[in-house]
Protein backbone atom coordinates (compact mmCIF):
# COMPACT_ATOMS: atom_id res chain seq x y z
CA UNK A 1 0.00 0.00 0.00
CA UNK A 2 1.51 3.56 -1.30
CA UNK A 3 2.13 6.04 1.64
CA UNK A 4 -0.61 8.89 2.31
CA UNK A 5 0.57 12.41 0.94
CA UNK A 6 2.20 14.40 3.31
CA UNK A 7 -0.64 17.11 3.53
CA UNK A 8 -2.90 13.64 4.70
CA UNK A 9 -0.95 13.69 7.74
CA UNK A 10 -0.41 17.08 8.16
CA UNK A 11 -2.28 18.56 10.99
CA UNK A 12 -4.71 21.42 10.56
CA UNK A 13 -3.51 23.78 13.28
CA UNK A 14 -0.02 23.75 11.88
CA UNK A 15 -1.80 25.01 8.56
CA UNK A 16 -4.24 27.40 10.26
CA UNK A 17 -2.08 30.18 11.45
CA UNK A 18 -0.27 30.18 8.03
CA UNK A 19 -4.00 30.81 6.62
CA UNK A 20 -4.49 33.59 9.15
CA UNK A 21 -1.48 35.21 8.46
CA UNK A 22 -2.15 35.20 4.38
CA UNK A 23 -5.67 36.73 4.84
CA UNK A 24 -4.28 39.06 7.93
CA UNK A 25 -1.51 40.26 5.86
CA UNK A 26 -4.14 41.27 3.10
CA UNK A 27 -7.14 42.75 5.24
CA UNK A 28 -9.47 39.71 5.77
CA UNK A 29 -9.73 38.51 9.11
CA UNK A 30 -9.46 35.07 11.34
CA UNK A 31 -13.17 34.99 11.66
CA UNK A 32 -13.67 35.26 7.67
CA UNK A 33 -11.48 31.73 7.82
CA UNK A 34 -13.13 30.77 10.17
CA UNK A 35 -16.32 31.31 7.94
CA UNK A 36 -14.75 29.18 5.22
CA UNK A 37 -13.89 26.21 7.31
CA UNK A 38 -17.41 26.22 8.52
CA UNK A 39 -18.90 26.60 5.53
CA UNK A 40 -17.05 23.92 3.63
CA UNK A 41 -16.97 21.34 6.47
CA UNK A 42 -20.05 22.02 8.26
CA UNK A 43 -18.30 22.39 11.34
CA UNK A 44 -19.33 24.48 14.02
CA UNK A 45 -17.21 26.96 15.49
CA UNK A 46 -16.31 24.44 19.07
CA UNK A 47 -15.71 21.85 16.26
CA UNK A 48 -13.97 23.21 14.30
CA UNK A 49 -11.85 24.88 17.61
CA UNK A 50 -11.65 21.09 18.66
CA UNK A 51 -9.86 19.72 15.81
CA UNK A 52 -7.32 22.52 16.06
CA UNK A 53 -6.45 22.40 19.38
CA UNK A 54 -6.66 18.50 19.12
CA UNK A 55 -3.93 18.44 16.38
CA UNK A 56 -6.79 16.45 14.21
CA UNK A 57 -4.67 15.93 10.43
CA UNK A 58 -6.46 16.66 7.15
CA UNK A 59 -8.00 13.52 6.10
CA UNK A 60 -9.30 12.61 9.49
CA UNK A 61 -10.63 16.39 9.71
CA UNK A 62 -12.16 15.77 6.57
CA UNK A 63 -13.41 12.58 7.09
CA UNK A 64 -15.23 13.33 10.41
CA UNK A 65 -16.74 16.31 8.44
CA UNK A 66 -20.14 15.36 8.34
CA UNK A 67 -21.96 17.88 6.32
CA UNK A 68 -19.57 18.83 3.66
CA UNK A 69 -21.40 21.78 1.53
CA UNK A 70 -22.22 20.42 -2.06
CA UNK A 71 -22.09 23.77 -3.03
CA UNK A 72 -18.04 23.23 -2.92
CA UNK A 73 -18.16 21.41 -6.44
CA UNK A 74 -18.95 25.13 -7.79
CA UNK A 75 -15.44 25.78 -7.05
CA UNK A 76 -13.19 26.21 -9.84
CA UNK A 77 -9.72 27.63 -10.92
CA UNK A 78 -6.12 26.87 -10.09
CA UNK A 79 -4.31 26.12 -6.75
CA UNK A 80 0.09 25.49 -6.99
CA UNK A 81 -0.99 25.14 -10.97
CA UNK A 82 -3.61 22.11 -9.74
CA UNK A 83 -6.84 22.69 -11.43
CA UNK A 84 -9.17 21.63 -8.35
CA UNK A 85 -12.26 20.44 -10.30
CA UNK A 86 -10.21 18.59 -12.17
CA UNK A 87 -8.43 16.58 -9.06
CA UNK A 88 -10.18 12.93 -7.93
CA UNK A 89 -12.64 13.11 -5.13
CA UNK A 90 -11.05 12.80 -1.97
CA UNK A 91 -8.96 14.38 0.68
CA UNK A 92 -6.21 15.93 -1.62
CA UNK A 93 -9.44 17.74 -3.68
CA UNK A 94 -11.16 19.08 0.00
CA UNK A 95 -7.84 20.49 0.87
CA UNK A 96 -7.15 22.15 -2.58
CA UNK A 97 -10.83 23.51 -2.16
CA UNK A 98 -9.92 24.97 1.26
CA UNK A 99 -6.49 26.69 -0.65
CA UNK A 100 -8.96 27.80 -3.22
CA UNK A 101 -11.18 29.54 -1.16
CA UNK A 102 -8.13 31.03 1.41
CA UNK A 103 -6.93 32.48 -1.93
CA UNK A 104 -9.98 33.74 -3.17
CA UNK A 105 -10.24 35.76 0.15
CA UNK A 106 -6.81 37.04 0.27
CA UNK A 107 -7.27 38.26 -3.13
CA UNK A 108 -10.15 40.17 -2.11
CA UNK A 109 -12.91 38.63 -3.22
CA UNK A 110 -16.91 39.35 -1.14
CA UNK A 111 -17.21 36.75 1.08
CA UNK A 112 -20.80 36.44 -0.62
CA UNK A 113 -18.68 35.42 -4.01
CA UNK A 114 -15.85 33.27 -1.71
CA UNK A 115 -18.84 31.22 -0.35
CA UNK A 116 -20.71 30.63 -3.63
CA UNK A 117 -24.19 32.95 -2.61
Known amino acids: ?15 YPLYVNKLERKGRTKAELDEVFRWLTGYDQRALERH ?8 TFFAEAKKINPARHT ?8 KVHELEPGTMQEIRYLDKLVDELAKGRPMAKVLRS
Request: proline share 3%; glycine share 10%.
Open 1 to 15: MAEPHRLFTTSVASV
Open 52 to 59: LVKGTDFQ
Open 75 to 82: ITGSVCGV
